[in-house]
């Protein structure tokens, strides 16, 4: 059995939580074994990683990525647990897996790049280019990210490896189910729905970037469905409020099967600041959405401007609000949109892509420290 250590931040309902969720379910259960040190633990995605079998052990937040305190807690776990992979995601969990996994002797360290970092001080990028140090590859989750790593942060190109992320196919949603949400929701016929998801934490989503778009369009017909919870949920409902939006905003909360809510929506707009992959991007283009993305981090290479959705600057509600009404005028543009956009996620973004390339990496890094009984015990 591969025993892996994955370290990263706080599992609550964000991206990286959700792919590790993702990789744990896809990898082969008689062969990997997995535990999770991360600073905090609650919430949807938490309880199904306990459900799969992983044992979660929060550690605490750290005060600066170097306090010796919690590091001491991670080397306990490895001593315990003997991993042959330690893998570590996020600035902290990167801390982790690094200090961890060289004092700690772990035969095989993996650093995982999981932000396409704009602000990241000076001093936060010397002690990244000193964790990649004691990583045999860091893995990039887009290829802005993996130009990050080698031009910002100066790492070797053998030392970065790119797997882009992977989301799961969705599931069939049938007609009445479709008609029964609507219901519910309150949308009726002939309205159109621009849809969008995430954590509130509007700072970097700026959701309120979309309703200001929505807002100029002064369209009766459109509503906005927003799924997700977090934070700045009442900064989102103040700022529908103050633009007389209540009736076009729907905020049905997080959502563990988001499924149904896609197959309502009729476009998908993801208005970040900053974004290392945009993994509701690929999920969206699954569900055969045109997706209208701001040109930051990964989602600029996972949308194509003009064939699978649009690309605009962020900040932009009157770019936002342009594109839009493009989509909304040409129902036949947005059907093409979203072919192309399920054709390039399928062969791309698909989680069973994501898990056999991070498979692959675990094996061949095992053998080049010298095993090969991987098919068995190691």
Known sequence: MIRILHCIETIASGGVEQVRLTLIRGLPKDRFEHKIICTWKGGAI????????????????????????????????IREFKPQIIHGAI????????VGGTLGKVPVVILEETSHPIHRSKKAIYLQRL???AADKVIGIAPTVVTYLKDTIKLPASKVVLINNGVNQPREVNSEEIAQLKNVL????????????GRFYNEVKRFTDILDAISTLDNPNLKFLLLGQGQDQDLILNHAKKLNLERHLIMPGFQSD???????????????????????????????????ATKVGGLQDIVVNGETGFLVDVYSPD??????????????????????????AMDNYTAVRYCEEVERLYLELLEGKGYRNLSGDV
């Open 319 to 344: 770019q936002i609000a342009e594109k839009i009404k493009i989509l909304i005028q040409n129902p036949d543009l947005r059907k093409t949109m979203g072919q192309n956009g399920y054709q390039r």
């Open 46 to 77: 938490a309880e199904a990683l306990e459900a799969a079998g992983v044992e979660l052990i929060p550690i605490g937040g750290f005060k600066n990525p170097l306090e010796w305190r919690k590091h001491k807690k991670v080397l306990e776990v």
């Open 258 to 292: 988001t499924a149904p809510y896609y197959q309502i929506m009729d476009m998908f707009c993801i208005a970040s600041a900053h974004e290392g992959f945009g993994l509701v991007a690929a999920e969206a283009m699954l569900h055969q959405l045109p997706v209208l």
């Open 186 to 197: 309150g949308i009726q016929p002939g309205e159109l729905v621009i849809g969008s998801s």
């Open 131 to 133: 964790f990649a140090k």
């Open 91 to 98: 600035f902290e969990g990167m801390a982790m897996a690094a």
